[in-house]
């Protein structure tokens, strides 16, 4: 049976409600005598943010199963994870919104939710940069200013005034021909497809380690839409 909240802990989430969802970690720590760490720790395990503006009752439920990923809601006080990993997170830069992610991938993330995100984001870029690399034809061309050679000459204006203009005598540009960009857009296809897929291979292998009792028919889906997606995306490059 899982402990009941913390009065501090339900507290927390009534002055950020309160505060129309604006007060950082720090402030409400300030105002409960605590510490900052301590609220941002809550604030990713309990999904503050994915509670709906209407209020908590129409979301999940307090400490649900599912915003945790594990049994417990996270390590209990004293946890060694605390030890282990304090002092990495001692040296972090002092903003809120990168501490919250820090927590938030050392709380409630396993080994193999960290790679199918990271295989996700890179197949979102995989398919936004079909868009920024596409070559209409042969004649599209990009030119674009390499360096300038500027000079300097002192004019007097029509007042007596002396004014310093600067003009450019010499321009150099960088020609990108269409064939140029083409080759260079296909090469960097086929090494981020590459990186895709054997991230995806050592996904499948990583589920494959897994009790049979976990072993879920969503992780198999998962790799089989990655596989076709990727096919896909690399079809309509090609």
């Known amino acids: 049976m899982s402990r009941k909240p913390s009065a501090n802990r339900l507290k927390a989430l009534k002055i950020w409600l309160n505060s129309g969802r604006e007060k950082k970690p720090k402030q409400i720590a300030e105002e409960l005598g605590i510490s900052a760490s301590q609220v941002r720790k809550w604030k990713c395990i309990d999904q503050w943010d994915e509670i709906p503006n209407t ?3 129409r979301g999940a439920p307090y400490r649900n199963k599912n915003a945790v990923g594990n049994k417990g809601g996270g390590a209990p006080e004293g946890n060694q994870n605390a030890v282990k990993h304090g002092l990495f997170r001692k040296w972090l830069p002092d903003n809120d919104e990168l501490k919250e992610i820090y927590d938030a991938a050392r709380e409630g993330m396993s080994m ?3 790679l199918y995100e990271d295989i996700l984001i890179g197949f979102t870029n995989f398919i936004h940069a079909q868009k920024i690399m596409f070559v209409k034809d042969q004649e599209d061309i990009t030119k674009e200013v390499k360096k ?3 000079e300097k000459e002192i004019v007097t204006n029509k007042n007596g005034d ?3 203009h600067e003009t450019y005598s010499e ?11 083409q080759a260079r857009a296909l090469t ?6 590459r990186a895709l897929l054997n991230k995806i291979k050592q996904y499948e292998e990583m589920i494959r380690t897994l009790p ?3 072993v879920k028919e969503e992780h198999r889906l998962r790799v089989e839409k990655l596989k076709a997606d990727i096919n896909a995306a690399n079809a309509k490059a090609w």
């Open 162 to 164: 002396a004014e310093t």
């Open 148 to 150: 300038r050679k500027s």
């Open 212 to 214: 049979p009792d976990e």
């Open 55 to 57: 209020g908590p009752k």
């Open 188 to 193: 960097s296809q086929a090494a981020a497809s």
């Open 171 to 181: 321009v150099e540009y960088e020609i990108q021909f269409a064939w140029d960009k």
């Open 112 to 114: 193999l939710d960290i």
